[in-house]
């Protein structure tokens, strides 16, 4: 299970307790339940010699904790990079990370395949998912096109005529 899915989970188990009225109790329930954990889990990670942790970086379940709960070792700009490593299906130009917004804008190079956008899709849920995992900052993804360059066939033989 993903860092993702709990979090879905958890916030329908909330909507469901809120329209019983009961959202209050809930939720200072999810906030004392995180705060344990997260200082449990920051504890095991001061405790690590360095570098044990790089092991577990790419593992989408350990990396959504360390990010939930501010632990990550790496810089947002590095886990951008590490999502995007972990979908070579997919292979993607970073074009620039707007924190503010929350906006990613990558350039999706190569062809594509046959253009009619079922690979765009699968492209972008991919990259969407490797994202949610290690790099939850970002909220929105621009996916570009590389313009197509246009082919130039071979001038002509020597001596040819014009026509």
Do not use: N, W
């Amino acid at each position: 299970m993903t860092a993702e899915q709990t979090g879905q989970r958890v916030q329908d188990a909330l909507d469901t307790l809120a329209g019983r009225g009961e959202a209050a109790v809930a939720e200072d329930l999810v906030r004392e339940l995180m705060a344990f954990y997260g200082e449990g889990l920051a504890r095991i990670v001061a405790l690590l010699p360095a570098g044990a942790l790089e092991a577990v970086l790419d593992d989408p379940a350990a990396a959504g904790l360390l990010v939930l709960h501010d632990l990550h070792p790496e810089s947002v700009e590095a886990r951008i990079g590490r999502a995007l490593a972990s979908v070579p299906e997919h292979p993607v130009r970073l074009l620039g990370f707007e924190a503010g917004s929350g906006t990613l804008r990558l350039r999706r190079d190569g062809d594509g395949g046959c253009g009619c956008g079922g690979t765009e899709q699968a492209a972008r849920e991919a990259i969407e998912s490797a994202l949610a995992c290690h790099a939850p900052e970002v909220t929105a993804v621009e996916l570009d096109r590389a313009p197509k360059l246009l082919q130039i066939g071979g001038r002509p033989p020597v001596g040819a005529e014009a026509r």
